[in-house]
């Protein structure tokens, strides 16, 4: 993994001055980063890393014309989300990625976005490689986390609460209105870009939530479709008031159908879903307040029926009658 | 980075059901796999981890028409030699990847060369991602080592032995052979081809040297600029002995320059180049033995002529004789 320093003095220029210098090995939990066939990297002691590993590909995860700057913070952005959702603090990460050629314009601006969000978490570049060929992103991001606080997926318990964070669907609604599906007045718009290109990882809530929520994770693919994962995951049943999802003014501008769409099978938001205890309620309420962002119920878990049940949820709407929803085809940006 | 189960089931039968299984996060250094988040993953006890990324992109780093079974070999391979070339005891690694379509012999060979060499050196699939897109393949892999022990670039020191492990050229020699640069007899074509698709990392090599050489790398550009990297790092020059750079039988039925061009500028070797104390030769040779693969002393380490001097390498002949080597423009299959 030499190639980042070697090759192009452009990627040198925009990435390896600003990645973690070489450190004398015995700085304990420092690094040895760029420079090197690997980086050295410990978790805190008594702590575990937490790894996570996403690749994104032009058409399918950005558009072709996305500035290039928030495509730097998007690409580290979705990687830290999980972190968060994991309870882990960032520490470190890797960046692959080959490019059809070396643009000054574009590489300055995306390493720009790249590490502003890093430098907000304390997030070094370790390591890396680059190499010519269709434009592809592709992040490994390290935290560390005591093993005993991590916040698993498997970890919901019945009479848990499901709790949001932030609010659910502005992504969606801005990758439709760039695609044509619905129109909104330009504020609007210009919102719904932002929670598009420049999702905000909820590291800080993901930490105050240690030792606090059960089970977590964080929302890319859509709630309806997540959700499931902590549920399938636990061997646990959901009902969820479709109602009471979080959303923004901007997005309570749009048609009803079209709010609850991008709300509950939206993808993008890189917002935390997780379970806590009932008893924890005012706790939760607190490490948002500490993390400066909303967090709000919106249903209960609760045993499965049979224990041969399939995991679901039930959706009621907010005078608990039950809800039928079509989610089947609304497809979204983060499609794989 | 949960996608790598919940999309494609080929994908789950292929990946998901081969790699490291959720355990207890109580587990100490084991691993929670596949289906959450993040993986978490911790050293040996007292050391770190090493860690290193590469991504290869169809037409740059293989052929179109590789073999899918050689190339998830050497998919895991080049990054398990850079563990090799810091002594690192591999534990694990990420694979993520974007794919044209999901195609079920292709990915059924692809993971079965990928999983025999994980499974030859102990290393779990803990986390991935997929995509579609065109065909590129990122693995970060994690080792562990104590950080005393580690293998440094920057550790070369004045009096040092110059060792290469194994043959050099080969795999540079079957790329001639693909692409009609130069003939050579079905048997040579067969060892050639090997070497460039089969790469072995030299794992138990790196182990084995640990206390024992002072830098190593793997060479991936070819044994000239690759050695340059030592010599930059540790600030010191070094002086190698052209013709005694190890090459295989096949190869020295090759003309002459081709056999020197392919050995020192060749790329793809994935052999180790390493240096250590003239009083470590017997401890050198045990090490070869131990980890059954020959190693060949082809040069000296000596201080820079002057502080300022460009680190540099005098290439000499069987005699002595400085040699004046034209290298530039001979280029490599592991282009970048």
């Not at 452009?10 to 070489?22: E, H, N, S, V």
């Not at 882990?88 to 050629?101: D, E, G, I, W």
């Not at 570049?125 to 390290?142: E, W």
Request: hydrophobic share 45%; charged share 20%; proline share 6%.
């Amino acid at each position: 993994m030499a190639t980042m320093l070697s090759e192009f003095s452009l990627i040198d220029r925009f990435f390896g001055r600003r990645a973690a210098a070489a450190r004398p090995s015995d700085a304990g939990a420092g690094t040895l980063g760029i420079g090197d066939d690997c980086a050295l990297l410990a978790p805190r002691a008594g702590e575990m890393l937490a790894i996570s590993t996403d690749m994104l590909v032009e058409g399918r995860h950005f558009l072709a014309d996305v500035d290039p700057e928030a495509l730097g913070h998007k690409t580290l952005a979705v990687n830290l989300s999980d972190l968060a959702a994991m309870g882990a603090q960032p520490q470190a990460f890797t960046l692959a990625f080959s490019l059809p050629k070396a643009d000054e314009a574009w590489l300055a601006a995306f390493s720009e976005g790249l590490f502003a969000l890093a430098a907000r978490y304390g997030c070094e570049l370790i390591g890396g490689d680059t190499t010519g060929g269709p434009l592809n992103l592709c992040v490994t991001v390290f935290g560390s986390v005591p093993p005993q606080a991590a916040l698993r997926r498997d970890a919901a318990q019945s009479g848990d609460d499901i709790w949001i964070s932030g609010t659910l669907g502005d992504a969606r609604a801005g990758l439709g209105v760039l695609r044509g599906e619905w129109p909104a007045d330009p504020a609007d718009t210009a919102a719904f870009r932002r929670a598009l290109e420049r999702p905000e990882p909820r590291v800080p809530l993901g930490l105050a939530l240690r030792g606090i929520a059960h089970a977590a994770l964080d929302l890319s693919d859509g709630l309806a479709g997540d959700l499931l994962h902590i549920l399938e995951r636990s061997r646990m049943h959901a009902t969820v008031d479709a109602d009471a999802v979080p959303r923004s003014t901007a997005l309570r501008r749009l048609a009803p159908e079209i709010q609850q769409r991008c709300t509950l099978a939206g993808g993008d938001d890189y917002e935390l879903c997780f379970t806590a205890p009932a008893t924890a309620r005012a706790a939760v309420e607190a490490a948002g307040r500490e993390a400066a962002v909303p967090v709000t119920r919106v249903g209960t878990i609760s045993a499965l029926p049979a224990p041969d049940d399939r995991p679901a949820i039930d959706w009621r709407d907010a005078a608990g009658a039950p809800l039928t929803l079509t989610l089947q085809g609304f497809d979204h940006f983060h499609a794989d």
